[in-house]
């Protein structure tokens, strides 16, 4: 009984990293049009996607390996980007200046 109790905490604490693959599926089912860009950052395994709605550029996702690797890289700047989880959004600030990432952050999935 305690053990499944902390699993569940835990979990709750900890919810699993968004993944590319699923995220990329969820966008292109609400009519996004993905593809994967290269590494510009150093350190995040080049997995990086831009996101167009209509052929309008929306935003960039930067998938990290860990939370602590997101969190570091968005603070780079002297505004922190937006993050969730361990994805870096191409957005400086929060998500309320941004209602068009709206959809974009509900399509955020673990693989």
Known sequence: MIAALAYIIHGRLNPPNYGVNATAEC???EGYTVRRIGSRN???YGRNISVRRRSHYVTDLSFWPTRT???DYSETDSVPLLTRR???FDAEGDLGTYPALK???ACLRTD
């Open 69 to 71: 690797a997101a969190k």
């Open 42 to 44: 150093s350190g995040n």
């Open 103 to 105: 959809p974009i952050v």
């Open 27 to 29: 966008l292109r089912a």
């Open 86 to 88: 361990n994805v870096v």
